[in-house]
């Protein structure tokens, strides 16, 4: 069973946001929300738990698992970000946005797409996320735990609160981060920035503004 901890949302208590990273360092998985929906983490250098990972979200080692960073200058160490990218990524961050990017040698094998050499990549608006992050000094692995909850590949969870995500997640995870943030449903929009022009691959929180920022929609296959 899961140790739960309760931190508050907005002003993360340091003894237990460091508690829940002394457990990411030991390669623990971490049951968290994040502000999109509550995510599945660990550390991005914990070989066996993204495996863990992996098993859990029935992902093939192409799959390219998405991690979050503290800032523009983090994502830097950890993808190649051209002009054009850089400037549409300072308009939309922290917010519910996935960037998908060429990785650089400081991303792991077991989380890049092994072809492309792409890796997904958020900066997120929110404390108690950022609080981990910066604590433990390492990007942490963020994939969306409602699939997992529902035993399904989709993120439409349908009336899934958060009790019975926890319930459902308690034996599958090695520690749950409770908050009392509103338990949020809708995914983050991903952007494709590896073209010359960023691309919105999946519509999720606040596609319309990645639009305006000079992102264009997915061209719909024939």
Request: charge should be positive; proline fraction near 8%; aromatic fraction near 6%.
């Amino acid at each position: 069973m899961a140790t739960t901890y309760t931190i508050h949302p907005k002003t993360p208590q340091p003894r237990k946001i460091s508690a829940v990273c002394d457990h990411l360092r030991k390669g623990a998985l971490v049951l968290y929300p994040t502000d999109t929906v509550y995510a599945i983490g660990c550390d991005l250098n914990a070989k066996n738990a993204i495996k863990r990972v992996r098993q859990l979200k029935q992902l093939s080692n192409d799959k390219p698992l998405t991690f979050l960073c503290a800032s523009i200058s983090n994502v830097a160490d950890y993808a190649l970000v051209s002009d054009p990218a850089f400037r549409l990524i300072k308009h939309l961050i922290p917010g519910p946005y996935t960037f998908l990017l060429p990785a650089t040698k400081a991303v792991p094998k077991l989380v890049m797409n092994p072809k492309r050499r792409t890796t997904g990549i958020r900066v997120p608006e929110n404390p108690l996320c950022h609080a981990l992050i910066e604590t433990l000094g390492n990007p942490i692995i963020s994939t969306s735990a409602l699939p997992v909850a529902r035993k399904s590949t989709e993120d439409d969870i349908e009336a899934l609160s958060k009790v019975e995500l926890f319930d459902r997640m308690e034996n599958l995870v090695d520690v749950i981060v409770d908050s009392d943030l509103e338990f949020r449903y809708q995914v983050s929009t991903i952007l494709d920035m590896t073209g010359i022009t960023p691309t919105v691959i999946r519509q999720g929180q606040g596609w319309q503004d990645a639009i305006a920022w000079g992102a264009q929609l997915e061209t719909p296959s024939k």
